[in-house]
């Protein structure tokens, strides 16, 4: 049976009900989406910083951290498998922390034709004693087994013996010929703690799974619950920061509004018990659709606040642009508010400045004593967007895509035209627009077959406009060319050399 997604409007209830189940199954951190270098050491950072506000012995610290990092590269190696068609991210992180032991759970889209092999791993790996892995392990090193993605099956046999355990799996159908693969290890406090049983283990990997559909029904990318604190708040924006897309305008605002919302998090969140730790514990996750980025926080706040913040958050809901920045000035100046850690409203004023959009909030009362205070943030996406520039290739004329929504710039075939001033000067006028406002990095593609002379005095004035990109590091220029055509790669390096532009050669061998 394939997965069917419903997409819907996020609920403002959702917030708490997310943050009750994660903490329900101890999850710390729920990472969902593509993962790159730069997002993994983030990851890691994030999880390490956890780790060093845990009470465990030094070794199992160790033990845990080996195992996400072999989990994370897996993702890293097998999530090339994509299509727009398929209803999920290609890759999933899931740290856990319960009473006995940490459980690390991965996931990554894989193709049916490669399921059977996997799971004759993960079974012979499962039927070994501690010895025998050993043992298995040698055997594979000595023998070379590696798989053409970069070792997964020895990576499996490390992440086992870690572990002290079996290790708990499913394939899932997505659609068509696509699969998903779960992987959850147990890593247990003690060398001498009792490993949860099967069932146990299993009925955890079940609650991920459910879990991962509440996500993938949502489209939430990224999900943090747990104490915030200073570091967790840079890692966090660390890893948002390399996984946006969209425009440089729209980035920066998300950006601004995310460091308003997480440091409201850390400041202003009261102090709450939860599973014997004490502390500002929260929620934040980000969801993404077509048009908007929405910005979702939760934290415990006491009751006796609540009125006061929510006549704010309507105050400030109510009044335009100029009466906000009226409020913004007059509380910079105010600095005899009673109520310091409230930072003076400035947060709230600011976050609904630079979003351009009112705030949605929710109030969940817990107890005599707290309140789970519920913010969602919506930031619109392309303000300024630039339309796809086209030109279908023929036989005398390249194929031009500058598509700013997907990140496609590319000009490939045969540039022969019979006016190329003409032909290339929409081109030209497009790239002026798009400078304006260009995406966070630009990579740009030129793989021609043949260029006349007029058509590179052209190439040359684009790669001029595209300079200015990379001296601000917003763009990266492939040029590619065929392993026998070295007079392409020779004007490849006249045009890099004239225009001092940093341009990277890449051979190709069809």
Request: aromatic share 10%; charged share 30%.
């Amino acid at each position: 049976m394939e997965v069917e997604l419903e997409k819907k409007k996020p609920d403002l209830k959702l917030a708490y009900q997310l943050f009750k189940d994660t903490q329900q199954d101890n999850l710390e951190y729920i990472y969902r989406g593509k993962f790159n270098t730069d997002i993994t050491d983030n990851i890691l950072s994030l999880a390490e910083e956890s780790l060093r506000l845990s009470e465990q012995k030094l070794s199992i610290k160790k033990r845990v951290y080996f195992v996400m990092v072999e989990g994370l590269q897996n993702i890293t190696r097998h999530q090339d498998i994509t299509t727009k068609d398929i209803p999920v991210k290609p890759g999933l992180f899931v740290l856990q922390r319960k009473q006995n032991s940490y459980f690390i759970t991965t996931g990554n889209l894989i193709e049916k034709k490669n399921i059977n092999e996997l799971k004759s791993q993960l079974e012979k790996v499962n039927s070994l004693s501690k010895d025998e892995l050993n043992e298995y392990y040698k055997l594979q090193l000595i023998d070379g087994g590696f798989s053409g993605k970069g070792g997964a099956g020895l990576g499996l046999i490390e992440i086992a013996r870690k572990s002290k355990g079996s290790l708990a799996y499913d394939f899932r159908k997505i659609k068509g010929k696509f699969y998903y693969f779960y992987l959850l290890t147990e890593i247990p406090f003690s060398e001498t703690e009792n490993i949860e049983n099967n069932k146990s283990i299993n009925f955890s990997l079940q609650n991920i799974k459910e879990l991962h559909d509440i996500l993938n029904i949502e489209n939430i990318t990224l999900n943090y619950s747990g104490i915030f604190n200073q570091e967790n708040l840079v890692n966090l924006l660390g890893i948002i920061e390399k996984q946006m897309k969209g425009t440089l305008i729209t980035k920066i605002k998300t950006f601004n509004v995310m460091v308003e919302m997480l440091q409201n998090l850390v400041k202003h969140a009261d102090h709450f018990q939860l599973n014997h730790v004490v502390g500002n514990h929260g929620i934040f996750f980000i969801t993404e659709n077509e048009n908007e980025f929405v910005l979702t926080s939760g934290n415990y706040i006491k009751n006796e606040r609540v009125n006061d913040l929510a006549n704010h958050l309507f105050h400030v809901n109510a009044i335009d642009n100029n009466g906000l920045n009226a409020l913004y000035n007059k509380n910079l100046l105010n600095s005899e508010r009673h109520d310091k850690r409230f930072g003076a409203g400035l947060g709230i004023i600011d976050m609904r400045l630079k979003s351009n959009e009112k705030l949605d909030y929710f109030f969940e009362k817990i107890d005599n004593l707290y309140t789970f205070f519920t913010l969602r943030i919506h930031i619109k996406k392309n303000e300024f967007k630039i339309d796809r520039f086209y030109i279908e290739g023929k036989d005398d004329r390249p194929e031009i895509d500058l598509n700013p929504i997907e990140n496609v710039f590319i000009i490939k075939g045969r540039s022969i035209p019979e006016n190329a001033y003409d032909f290339y000067q929409p081109v030209i006028e497009w790239l002026d627009n798009y400078i304006k406002n260009p995406n966070s990095l630009t990579v740009f593609e030129f793989r021609f077959e043949h260029l006349n002379t007029h058509s590179t005095q052209q190439i040359m004035k684009i790669l001029q406009r595209l300079k200015k990109l990379i001296g601000d590091s917003k763009a990266k220029l492939k040029w590619y060319y065929n392993k026998d055509d070295n007079d392409m790669l020779e004007l490849g390096t006249r045009l890099k050399e004239l225009i001092d532009v940093d341009l990277r050669f890449i051979e190709e061998t069809h």
